[in-house]
C-alpha cells in the first residue's frame, strides 16, 4: 500500500539534521552557556532540503496555462518511500492530457501539491530501494508508469513503486523504453482485457497515427483483426504505414460508411464517439480513453477505462519491440533544458515527444 501520495515522501526519510556526537540533547551544559532554541518543523524542513542533493525538474504550478505555465527549476532529490525505489531517469514523456487530470494538482485527499513535477512514463536506471521493496535491485535498467498522483518523471530522480516498473532490456534504448508505457499499457488493456479481441474481427481506430493509435493498429494486425484506422487527410500515410487496412478522413469521410465492425477503439471522445457506436454491429464494443461514453452499441458494451501499470503487460511489450513486432511512434526527441520550448511546438508534431534527460 502507498504510504504518500505525494511527489516527494516526509522529509523526515532523509539524512538526519544535527546528527553529531555533542548534539546528545541530554548532556550537561557548562556554566555560562545559552540553550539554544528546538528548531521549528519548517525549520528542519528547510534545512534538510539545504542538505539533500539538487535535481533538475520541470514542474508546473498553473493549472490554466497548461504546458505554457512549465519551469525548468532545480529541486531536493526524492527519498524512497516504502516499496520504492529511486530512478535516475535517462528519457522520460508527458502524458497527453496530463495537465489537466486533476491528480496531477492535487493528492488523494485534494490537497494542493504544486509545484508538480508532471510525467509519467520514464525509463532510467534504479539508484535505491525503499525499505521492504522486493524484485528490482540497484544499478538495474527499468521502464514504467508512475503514478499519476505523484508523476515526477520530467526530473533526473524519481521516487517511484517498484511494482509500476518493469525491467527494460539493455538492447532497447532509454528513449524507447520510454515511449512504451503509456501508449503500450492503453492498447494492450482497451484491446484485450477491456475489448476482448478476438481473431477475426474487425477493429476501428480512431487517431491511428498517434502515439496510442499506432499501437492498438499494430497489436490488432498481430493478434489477427482487420483495422480500420482515422484521423485526418494528412495522417492518412502515417496510419497505412503502422498497419491500418483502410483509412478514414474524419474531416472529408463519412464515418457511418464504414458499416458493422467488432470493436472501436476511441481516443477522440465527443460527436465522433457517439456516432461510433452506430456503426458497431450489435453485441460489439467501444472502448474509450476519452470519457464516460454518451451512446453505446445495440446489445453491445461501452468501456471507459484508466490504464494501470502492469509489469507483465510492459514485459509482453518490450519483447515485441525487440524482435520487431512492434514500433513506438515518436515525433520529436529534446533534451531537459529544451523540454519546455519541446513540449509548446510552433507546429503540429505527429508522434509522441520524448525528453532525454541525461545524454
Known amino acids: 500500500m502507498r504510504v504518500s501520495n505525494d511527489t516527494y515522501d516526509d522529509a523526515t526519510q532523509g539524512k538526519e539534521v544535527g ?31 539545504t542538505e539533500r542533493c539538487r535535481m533538475k525538474a520541470i514542474v508546473v504550478t498553473d493549472q490554466a496555462a497548461g504546458t505554457a505555465g512549465m519551469t525548468l527549476v532545480e529541486r531536493p532529490e526524492p527519498e524512497p518511500a516504502v516499496n520504492d525505489v529511486v530512478v535516475q531517469v535517462h528519457a522520460a514523456g508527458l502524458t497527453s492530457g496530463e495537465l489537466m487530470w486533476p491528480s496531477t494538482w492535487t493528492d488523494r485527499l485534494g490537497r494542493d501539491r504544486t509545484p508538480s513535477i508532471p510525467g509519467q512514463e520514464l525509463a532510467g536506471v534504479v539508484t535505491a530501494l525503499g525499505y521492504g521493496t522486493t524484485g528490482l535491485s540497484v544499478g538495474q535498467r527499468v521502464f514504467g508508469l508512475t503514478d499519476s498522483y505523484r508523476g515526477g518523471g520530467l526530473a533526473e530522480y524519481v521516487a517511484i513503486e517498484a511494482r509500476q516498473l518493469a525491467p527494460l532490456p539493455g538492447d532497447v534504448d532509454f528513449t524507447v523504453g520510454a515511449s512504451l508505457p503509456m501508449p503500450g499499457l492503453t492498447a494492450w488493456q482497451g484491446l484485450f482485457e477491456h475489448g476482448r479481441l478476438q481473431a477475426g474481427q474487425s477493429v476501428l481506430v480512431h487517431g491511428a497515427a498517434g502515439s496510442v493509435g499506432s499501437m492498438v493498429t499494430q497489436l490488432a494486425r498481430e493478434f489477427g483483426a482487420y483495422v ?42 465527443g460527436d465522433i464517439q457517439k456516432r461510433s457506436a452506430g456503426v458497431i454491429r450489435a453485441g460489439g464494443t467501444l472502448v474509450t480513453i476519452a470519457g464516460p ?10 468501456i471507459d477505462f484508466v490504464v494501470v501499470a502492469d509489469r507483465a503487460q510492459l514485459g509482453e511489450i518490450v519483447q515485441r519491440v525487440r524482435d520487431g513486432r512492434l514500433r513506438p511512434n515518436i515525433g520529436n526527441v529534446a533534451t531537459i533544458d529544451d523540454a519546455v520550448a519541446a513540449f509548446n511546438p510552433t507546429e503540429r508534431i505527429s508522434g509522441q515527444t520524448i525528453i532525454r534527460v541525461r545524454p
Request: no cysteine; proline share 7%; net charge negative.
Open 19 to 49: 546528527d553529531r556526537p555533542h548534539d546528545d540533547p541530554t548532556a550537561v551544559r557548562g556554566a555560562g552557556e545559552t540553550p539554544s532554541e528546538e528548531p521549528t518543523e519548517a525549520a528542519k524542513g528547510r534545512e534538510l532540503d
Open 293 to 302: 461514453p454518451e451512446a453505446r452499441p445495440a446489445d453491445g458494451l461501452a
Open 228 to 269: 480500420i484506422g482515422t484521423g485526418r487527410a494528412a495522417d492518412r500515410q502515417t496510419a497505412l504505414d503502422f498497419g491500418a487496412m483502410e483509412f478514414v478522413d474524419l474531416e472529408n469521410d463519412a464515418l457511418e460508411d464504414v458499416g458493422d465492425v467488432d470493436l472501436v477503439f476511441d481516443v477522440i471522445g
